[in-house]
C-alpha cells in the first residue's frame, strides 16, 4: 500500500520571494503543498518501489528513464530522460501537480547522493491532466535534472538512477466546470538503471 506523505499548506504570500511559479497572473489564493520536509529516499515517501506498470481501464502505464550514457567522467553532467507510455488498448487521463516525474541517484551504500534536498513543493492550483492515447508516449523533464542543476557526482564507483512519476487517475469536475485532480497521487516506478563514475586516469 502506498505511504501517504503528510501535507502541510501555507499560504503563498509566505513564500513568494522564493517560489517564482505562484505569481503567474489570474491564479488567486494559492497555496504551497509541501510534502516531506527530510532528507528521506522517495521510496520511504511514496512506497512501494517495485511498482513499475499500472493498469487502469484497459491502460498500461510503464514510467521509462534513460540516461545519455552509462559511464561518466568525475564532475560530468549526467542527463536523466523520462517518458510515460501507454502499452494498453485504450486513453487513459491523468491528473497531477509539476513535476510529474522526479529522479534520485544513490550510491552503492544506498545512499542518496542527488539531488540534495528531497522536498517536493507544489501549488494545488498549478496542476495538469493529460490525456494518454494508447500507444502513446508522454516525455517530461525530471525535476531539476536539466542544466545547470544537472547532477553531477565526483566520487568514482557505481551508482543506481531511479525515477518516479506522481499522479492520480481521479479527476473530478469543480463547481466552476474545471476539471482537476484529486488526492492521493499513485506512484509509478521506473526500472533502475546503472551508471559508473570513472576514476581520474
Known amino acids: 500500500m502506498m505511504k501517504r506523505p503528510s501535507i502541510a499548506i501555507i499560504t503563498v504570500s509566505a513564500v513568494i520571494a522564493t517560489i517564482v ?6 491564479v488567486y489564493d494559492q497555496q504551497l503543498t509541501e510534502i516531506q520536509r ?28 534513460t540516461t545519455d550514457k552509462l559511464q561518466y567522467r568525475t564532475g560530468e553532467s549526467i542527463a536523466i530522460s523520462t517518458e510515460l507510455v501507454n502499452y494498453g488498448n485504450r486513453s487513459v487521463d491523468i491528473g497531477y501537480w509539476p513535476p510529474l516525474v522526479v529522479s534520485e541517484i544513490k550510491n552503492q551504500d544506498g545512499q542518496v547522493v542527488w539531488p540534495a534536498i528531497t522536498t517536493i513543493g507544489v501549488a494545488l492550483e498549478l496542476h495538469s491532466i493529460e490525456t494518454i492515447k494508447a500507444g ?11 542544466p545547470p542543476s544537472a547532477p553531477k557526482l565526483y566520487a568514482p564507483g557505481r551508482y543506481t538512477v531511479e525515477s518516479v ?30 551508471i559508473t563514475v570513472l576514476p581520474e586516469s
Open 165 to 194: 512519476a506522481l499522479f492520480t487517475f481521479n479527476i473530478q469536475t469543480n463547481s466552476y466546470g474545471i476539471r482537476e485532480p484529486v488526492w492521493p497521487l499513485q506512484p509509478l516506478w521506473s526500472k533502475p538503471l546503472q
Open 38 to 65: 527530510e532528507h528521506k529516499p522517495f521510496e520511504e515517501q511514496y512506497g512501494n518501489p517495485t511498482q513499475i506498470h499500472l493498469l487502469h481501464d484497459g491502460a498500461l502505464l510503464i514510467l521509462n528513464q
Open 136 to 146: 502513446e508516449h508522454l516525455g517530461k523533464s525530471t525535476w531539476d535534472s536539466k
Open 21 to 26: 511559479l505562484v505569481t503567474t497572473v489570474g
